[in-house]
C-alpha cells in the first residue's frame, strides 16, 4: 500500500509537475501570442532626398488616360459577376418590373427599368453561379428622386438561405427593424451613381439586398445591383 | 515649390529644429544656403518645418537677387554712374534673374558672392585697403561655400586676369602696385576661414571640411558618366536666343543681348565717361567668354547655371546701353538709339512680367525645368480635404509611392502630417493605411497587397481621390486612392449640407 501510495504520490507529482510545465509553456505562449497582438509603433519612413528630376518637356505630349478612372481601385480581372445572374426575392410577384431587371445591367431609373417590390421588408437575392472573392457591391434603388431607403442591409454566404456562414457587408439598420442586428452604416440619399459597398474580399456565392421601404412610400425598389469580383480559381 | 527647392527645405528643417547641418559631399551643394535661411526663419518666429512657409525660404534668395544690384554701388568709381545704372536696371528687368531670385537654390547666392568677390578685388587693386581684401576673401570662402562648381568661376577670372594684368605691365601703371604677398596669405586664409567655418557647421562637424575637398572628387567621377541633365552644347544658346515650344509664346533674351553686344564692341573702343575703366569692362568680358565657353563644354546642363556668365552679359548690356547713348555724336542718332532702347527695356519687362507671374510654372518657359506643375495643388487640396473631414485630422496616415522616390515636392506640402510613409516602392509588409498616392508603375504591386496579400474580409475596397490625369510634373503621374469608408464620410457630410433628410439618429418613418 505504501509503495503503492508512494508510486501514485510519484505519479501524481509527475502529472502535476507536468501541468505545472504545460500551465507554464502554455502562459508563456499565451503572452507571447498576445505580445504579437499588440498593435506594434511603426515608424513610418521619411522622405528620401534625390537630385534635380528629369526634365520631360514633350510638345503636344497626349495625356495618356483621356477618360475617368474606374470607381474603385481593383486586381486585373475583376468584372461584374452579377451580369444577368439568376435573381429570386421575398416578393415573388412584383407589381412593376421582374427581378431579372436587378442583373439587367440597365442603370436608369426610367421606366421599364426598374422592379418594385411589395411593401416594408423585402429582400432580393443573386445566384453568382459559382463562388466568387467579392471586392464590391453597387446598388441602385429608385434614384430619379432624393430618397433614402430604410434598413438596407447586404449580406453574402455561400448559403442559399443564408442561414450559415453570412457575412453581413452593409447595415444602416440601426434599431434592428429587421432582426437582422443592428448596423451602424449611415442612411443615404440614392443617386445615379449607386451606393459602393465595400465587400472587403469575402468569398461567397449568393448576394441578399434588404430594404424596408423609403421615405417616399413603403415600398422597395431596385434599378440594378453590381456584384464585382473574381471567381475563386 | 520645385524639388529642389523642397529638398532643401527638408534640409534646412534639420538645422532648425534640431541644430544640425551636415553636408552631403555627393549631393546639394554647401551649407550657405541652408544657414543663412535662419535669419527669416528666426525673424518669423519659426521653430519647425510646419511653421516655415515659401516666403521664408525665398527670402533668401530674394535678398541676394536685390543684392546683386546693390553691389553695383561700389564700381561706380569703375564703371561710371551711366554703366551702374543701366546695368542695375538690366539686372532687375532679366527674366532669369527674377525667375531664380525666387528659386530656394543656391544659384543667386553664388552669382551674388562671385560679384562681391569681383567687386571686392577691383576695389583693392585700385586703393589697397585692407578692408577690400578681406572682403574678397570672404566672398571666395562663401563662393565655396555655397557651390562646389566655384572652381570653374576662380578658374574664369584668374584667366580673365591674365590679359588685364598683362596691359597693367605695359602700360606701367599703379594700380596694384601695393599688393604684397602678406595680401595672398590674408586672402587665402579668410577665404579658407569663412569656408571652414560653414562646411564645419560652425566647428561642430570637422569632417564636413573634408567632405567639401572630397565633392571635387565625386562632381569630377559624375563628369565622366552621362546624366539625364545632359544636354547639346548649344543648349544655353537656345535659351537666350530662341526659345519656343508648340503652342506657347517665343522667349528670347534678345532685348538685352543686343545692348550686351555693343557693350562687347565698346570694351575696346573708347567711352566718353571717364569714371569708366576699359579693363574693368574687358575683364568682365573675357570672364563672361570663359565661362561660358567651360559651361558650354559640360554635358551636365541646367537652365540656372547659365546665372554666372549670364550676370557678366548683363553688366555689358548695361555697358553697351550707355556707349550707345553717349558714343553717338548727332543729336538725332542718339534719341532714335533712345527710343530703340527704351522698345528693347520695355521688351524686357514684359517677358520678365509674364515668365515670372502668368508662364512661372509653364513648361514652355525657358526657366521652368522639371518643375511641378499646377496639378500638384489639386493633389495636395483633395489630400488636405479629406485630413479636414476626418477625426485624425492631419494625423491620419498617408502612404505616397513613387518609384526612384521622386515624389518632390509633396513631402513639403504635406509637412504637417505626421503619420506618412515615403516610399519608392509598395511596401508589403507594412499595413495597408487609409489614403494612398502612388505612381501608375506601382500600382500593380498595390492591388497585389491590398487585394491579394490580406485575407478575405480584411480587403478594405479604395476610391480614386480624383478622376482627372493628374501629374506631379509633366511625365509624371500620380495617382490618389482612399479607403471606401472615408469617402462615405465625407459624402455624407455633404450631402447632409445640401439636402434635409433623415440622418442615423433618429430615423423618423412616416405614421
Known amino acids: 500500500m505504501l509503495i503503492q501510495s508512494v508510486q501514485i504520490k510519484k505519479h501524481h507529482s509527475k502529472f502535476v509537475l507536468f501541468i505545472l510545465f504545460f500551465g507554464l509553456f502554455a502562459a508563456c505562449g499565451l503572452i507571447a501570442q498576445s505580445e504579437t497582438l499588440k498593435p506594434i509603433d511603426i515608424k513610418l519612413p521619411k522622405p528620401m532626398f534625390i537630385g534635380t528630376p528629369q526634365n520631360i518637356n514633350v510638345p503636344n505630349l497626349e495625356k495618356p488616360l483621356g477618360k475617368a478612372r474606374p470607381p474603385f481601385l481593383a486586381p486585373a480581372g475583376t468584372r461584374n ?44 437575392a443573386i445566384d453568382l453561379q459559382s463562388v466568387n472573392t467579392l471586392y464590391a457591391v453597387v446598388v441602385w434603388h429608385y434614384h430619379k428622386q432624393p430618397v433614402v431607403y430604410y434598413d438596407v442591409i447586404v449580406q453574402v454566404s455561400d448559403d442559399p438561405k443564408f442561414q450559415k456562414n453570412v457575412t453581413t457587408v452593409f447595415n444602416n439598420d440601426h434599431d434592428n427593424t429587421a432582426k437582422l442586428g443592428a448596423g451602424k452604416d449611415k442612411n443615404y440619399v440614392e443617386t445615379s451613381e449607386g451606393r ?24 422597395n425598389h431596385y434599378v440594378e445591383v453590381e456584384v464585382y469580383g473574381k471567381p475563386v480559381q | ?69 546693390l553691389l553695383l554701388l561700389p564700381l561706380v568709381r569703375g564703371l561710371g554712374r551711366g554703366v551702374v545704372l543701366t546695368s542695375a536696371f538690366w539686372t532687375a528687368v532679366s527674366a532669369p534673374m527674377a525667375f531664380y531670385s525666387r528659386y530656394y537654390i543656391h544659384e543667386v547666392l ?24 578681406l572682403g574678397a576673401a570672404f566672398s571666395a ?60 557647421s560652425f566647428l561642430t562637424h570637422p569632417e564636413g571640411i573634408v567632405d567639401s575637398f572630397r565633392a571635387f572628387l565625386h562632381y569630377f567621377n559624375r563628369s565622366s558618366v552621362s546624366s539625364i541633365h545632359d544636354h547639346p552644347w548649344d543648349y544655353y544658346f537656345r535659351l537666350l536666343l530662341f526659345w519656343h515650344v508648340p503652342g506657347k509664346p517665343v522667349w528670347s533674351e534678345i532685348p538685352m543681348l543686343i545692348p550686351a553686344g555693343i557693350g562687347l564692341l565698346s570694351a575696346f573702343g573708347k567711352f566718353s565717361d571717364p569714371g569708366t575703366d576699359r579693363r574693368l569692362i574687358r575683364f568682365v568680358l573675357c570672364y563672361t567668354a570663359l565661362l561660358a565657353a567651360i559651361y558650354t563644354v559640360i554635358p551636365y546642363k541646367t537652365p540656372w547655371n547659365l546665372l554666372g556668365f549670364y550676370h557678366g552679359l548683363v553688366l555689358l548690356a548695361g555697358t553697351g546701353t550707355v556707349a550707345l547713348l553717349q558714343g553717338l555724336k548727332r543729336k538725332r542718332a542718339r534719341i532714335v538709339s533712345a527710343i530703340f532702347l527704351m522698345v528693347l527695356g520695355s521688351t524686357a519687362i514684359r517677358q520678365t512680367w509674364l515668365l515670372n507671374g502668368r508662364y512661372d510654372s509653364d513648361p514652355g518657359n525657358p526657366w521652368v525645368y522639371a518643375q511641378a506643375g499646377e496639378s500638384l495643388l489639386h493633389v495636395i487640396r483633395a489630400v ?55 505612381a501608375p508603375q506601382e500600382e500593380p504591386s498595390l492591388v497585389l497587397k491590398l487585394y491579394e496579400r490580406m485575407p478575405p474580409g480584411s480587403r478594405y475596397l479604395y476610391v480614386p481621390l480624383w478622376n482627372e490625369y493628374t501629374e506631379l510634373r509633366p511625365g509624371c503621374e500620380i495617382r490618389g486612392y482612399i479607403r471606401n469608408e472615408y469617402i462615405r464620410k465625407e459624402t455624407w457630410d455633404a450631402v447632409q449640407s445640401e439636402k434635409e433628410v433623415p440622418t442615423n439618429a433618429p430615423v423618423t418613418r412616416r405614421p
Open chain 1, 81 to 124: 459577376v452579377a451580369f444577368k445572374k439568376p435573381v429570386t426575392g421575398s416578393d415573388t410577384a412584383p407589381v412593376i418590373g421582374e427581378l431579372s431587371m436587378v442583373t439587367d445591367g440597365d442603370k436608369e431609373a426610367s421606366d421599364g427599368s426598374y422592379v418594385e417590390l411589395g411593401p416594408f421588408q423585402q429582400w432580393v
Open chain 1, 196 to 219: 459602393l459597398i465595400d465587400t472587403k474580399g469575402v468569398q461567397a456565392r449568393f448576394v441578399r439586398l434588404y430594404s424596408n421601404g423609403n421615405t417616399g412610400n413603403d415600398l
Open chain 2, 1 to 69: 515649390m520645385h524639388t529642389d527647392e523642397a529638398v532643401h527645405a527638408f534640409q534646412f528643417a534639420d538645422l532648425l529644429e534640431k541644430g544640425r547641418f551636415r553636408y552631403d559631399p555627393a549631393e546639394y551643394h554647401g551649407p550657405t544656403l541652408i544657414y543663412f535661411t535662419l535669419l527669416p526663419a528666426r525673424l518669423r518666429a519659426e521653430k519647425v518645418l510646419s511653421d516655415v512657409d515659401e516666403k521664408t525660404l525665398r527670402l533668401v534668395p530674394v535678398f541676394f537677387g536685390l543684392g546683386l544690384i
Open chain 2, 110 to 133: 553664388f552669382v551674388f558672392f562671385s560679384f562681391a568677390l569681383i567687386v571686392c578685388g577691383y576695389r583693392f587693386l585700385r586703393s589697397g585697403k585692407t578692408s577690400w581684401i
Open chain 2, 141 to 200: 570662402g562663401l563662393m565655396h561655400a555655397t557651390k562646389e562648381s566655384c572652381v570653374l568661376a576662380w578658374g574664369a577670372m584668374a584667366a580673365a586676369l591674365l590679359p588685364v594684368w598683362v596691359e597693367r605691365g605695359r602700360k606701367r601703371t599703379d594700380d596694384g602696385k601695393w599688393f604684397r604677398p602678406r595680401h595672398t596669405t590674408v586672402f587665402l586664409g579668410g577665404a579658407a576661414f569663412v569656408s571652414a567655418l560653414f562646411y564645419s
Open chain 2, 384 to 438: 488636405e480635404d479629406v485630413a479636414s473631414k476626418v477625426p485624425e485630422q492631419f494625423g491620419i496616415p498617408v502612404e505616397v509611392i513613387v518609384p526612384r522616390h521622386e515624389y518632390w515636392p509633396l513631402p513639403w506640402y504635406f509637412r504637417r502630417f505626421t503619420r506618412i510613409g515615403w516610399y519608392g516602392r509598395v511596401d508589403s509588409t507594412a499595413a495597408p493605411v487609409p489614403v494612398i498616392l502612388v
